[in-house]
């Protein structure tokens, strides 16, 4: 605590939790986004992450209400938010586009993957008996149907990409509107939080890209991350411009309460703001990005791609920080700061923020045991 702050004021209400929530919906935004640069606007060099991104926007999806639900006093009670109609709820209409997207995105992925489904059913074992049942009783894999099912999978997606942005461009409304404070009061703050989970989600797709093939041993595809290190570079910059855009927005209009904003930027906040979120997160994986798109070297362009995806998600994740974690620290009397230290164990600890934040992993685990990231899936 430093200065004078109201009683309610002593306790940070959003916790580390509420910033892994918003930091894994912002990748369903980002990956999802990778996968509809492929199929919807034929970005062609990104078909060896189509899948991959799909079931990384499916694991996260899932894992979103997670951390949310371990924030709540009572997270057995977690679920009535989508049985009970309650639209006056931002959080309930968050909880109802996230349901609707689970339904749609799995209805791509069990279309997408139809056909090597069936392959896989023909299998011996009782993992078959799982591919039976994901086929829903249709073996039909002539071409006519399977050309029907890249059609339902290409309106579908049509369906999901304008859905995916409003649920993450919502969330930066819950905190730009909803839990209006200095900090987050301005109107940049639904398209910077979007902009963001793009940026991520794009970094953590290539990321998982070089592992997998480093893992497998298999090669790289250099096209491949070649448009997805120019995606990252786009939105970056402009991700980058628009917050800085936003500060200098804040201090243009010199309102109520600036003093403040700056010391919370310059002192409370100056290493996750300035050192990681804007340095670290944004100018130097921009710089090295566009070292890699002139260097010749294919080896190079690949260490330099994955440090600066490493970066991004970390510079991502700090936003997340500074938002969340630091606009609550203004005293709404303007006069001081709130104090928030992480503790170890409990309901909001550290321990159970790394479970949740691990949790979307483990779930992609086994998302991919059962949906092969290659097309290659013949019966044996």
């Not at 580390?16 to 492929?38: M, N, Q």
């Not at 199929?39 to 990384?56: C, E, G, H, Q």
């Amino acid at each position: 605590m430093e200065g004078f702050i109201y009683p309610n004021e002593f306790e940070v209400g959003w916790s580390l939790l509420i910033v892994i929530y918003a930091y894994i919906s912002g990748i369903v935004a980002g990956s999802f986004f990778v996968a509809s640069l492929y199929k919807l606007f034929k970005v062609d060099s990104l078909k060896p992450v189509f899948r991959l991104s799909i079931l990384t926007s499916l694991a996260f999806l899932i894992s979103t209400n997670v951390p949310l639900v371990s924030h709540l006093g009572h997270p057995e009670r977690g679920f009535e938010i989508l049985i009970t109609p309650h639209l006056s709820s931002v959080m309930a209409v968050f909880g109802y586009d996230a349901l609707y997207l689970l339904s749609i995105m799995t209805l791509i992925i069990l279309y997408d993957y139809r056909k090597d489904l069936v392959n896989l059913a023909k299998n011996r074992g009782a993992k078959s008996i799982i591919y039976r049942i994901l086929t829903l009783g249709d073996y039909d894999v002539s071409e006519k149907a399977v050309k029907a099912d890249n059609r339902v999978v290409y309106y579908v997606t049509w369906i999901a990409f304008p859905s995916i942005i409003f649920l993450h461009g919502y969330l930066g409304f819950i905190f730009g509107s909803i839990k209006a404070n200095l900090w987050w009061n301005t109107s940049l703050m639904p398209v910077i939080f979007l902009l963001s989970g793009i940026v991520s989600g794009i970094a953590l797709i290539m990321l998982i890209y070089v592992l997998i093939s480093k893992i497998r041993g298999e090669d790289i595809n250099l096209a491949c991350i070649e448009t997805l290190a120019g995606q990252l570079l786009l939105f970056l910059i402009i991700d980058i411009s628009l917050e800085l855009l936003e500060l200098v927005h804040i201090l243009y209009l010199q309102e109520e309460g600036i003093e403040v904003i700056l010391k919370l930027i310059t002192d409370k906040l100056f290493v996750s703001y300035i050192i990681v979120q804007i340095c670290l997160g944004g100018l130097l994986p921009i710089a090295m990005l566009g070292a890699g798109k002139i260097s010749k070297s294919a080896g190079l362009k690949r260490t330099v791609y994955t440090l600066s995806s490493v970066l991004v998600l970390i510079g991502v994740f700090a936003m997340r920080w500074n938002v969340i974690i630091g606009g609550q620290l203004i005293s709404k009397s303007l006069r001081g700061f709130a104090s928030y230290h992480i503790p170890v164990f409990g309901q909001e600890g550290l321990l159970v923020s790394i479970a949740a934040l691990s949790f979307p992993f483990v779930v992609l685990w086994v998302l991919t045991r059962v949906f092969p990231i290659s097309s290659k899936a013949e019966p044996t």
